[in-house]
């Protein structure tokens, strides 16, 4: 069965609460792209407000309230900043359900088998309730991933070239990646991130994708509800 998941873009802390509020109680879990303006131009909630993040990131980080609708709604975490593995226990704060490192970062390219040690080593009990995942570009040579696909629970593929932002063409080098990384590891879920609508979510589907990451597709529709059950029923 596809999972359609909403991404969403925090402009800052309201913006990522009303648009949850948008689909809560339609899907089960949403993703939250986290940018720093460091490993990606963008910059998002919780660093819109500056590196230590706004009154209610500290609020959260503190257990002092939850993520907007969090008895609602689960969250996936799309970590497009730098030091995602040093900052680790900063964001399972947040009480994600998934969590996604991008490979591309100078701090995981630059010791992938330590990316690996830090996954393997991650508490028992925290693995239990907390899916990990690693997201690739388009351009990223797949056998960059292999050594650690056995190790975390899905690789979300982008689908777009300009990560960190919405609204971008799809770039149908994804395609022959779902392909080829189905091709080798048949049971791998896979997610795409970006250029994912009605028109190339079959492709996507057809490719091997099991999990479909839409922002602009869904959220600048008049009717949510309307296109999320439209993507369902592809």
Request: proline share 3%; with cysteine.
């Amino acid at each position: 069965m596809i999972e359609i998941i909403p991404a969403i873009l925090p402009k800052n802390y309201e913006d990522m609460k009303n648009k949850i509020s948008l689909v809560r109680g339609i899907v089960p879990i949403v993703q939250i792209d986290i940018c720093d303006g460091i490993f990606v131009k963008n910059i998002t909630w919780p660093f819109t407000m500056g590196r230590n993040g706004d009154y209610n990131f500290q609020n959260i980080l503190q257990e002092r309230e939850g993520m907007p609708f969090w008895e609602d709604v689960d969250f996936e975490l799309d970590l497009m900043v730098a030091n995602a593995v040093k900052n680790f226990d900063i964001y399972t704060k947040l009480g994600a359900k998934r969590i996604i490192f991008h490979i591309e970062t100078d701090e995981i390219k630059r010791d992938l088998t330590g990316f690996k040690d830090f996954i393997e080593g991650i508490d028992v009990y925290v693995r239990d309730t907390l899916e990990i995942g690693v997201a690739i570009n388009s351009t990223t040579p797949l056998e960059q991933i292999f050594p650690i696909v056995k190790c975390v629970d899905f690789v979300q593929c982008m689908g777009i070239e300009h990560i960190g932002f919405q609204e971008q063409d799809f770039d149908e080098r994804v395609l022959e990646q779902i392909k080829n990384l189905k091709e080798k590891f048949n049971d791998l879920i896979i997610s795409v991130d970006g250029g994912v609508t009605l028109d190339t979510a079959p492709e996507l589907i057809d490719a091997g994708a099991s999990r479909l990451v839409a922002g602009s597709a869904i959220f600048q529709q008049n009717d949510i509800i309307d296109i999320i059950e439209k993507f369902k029923n592809l």
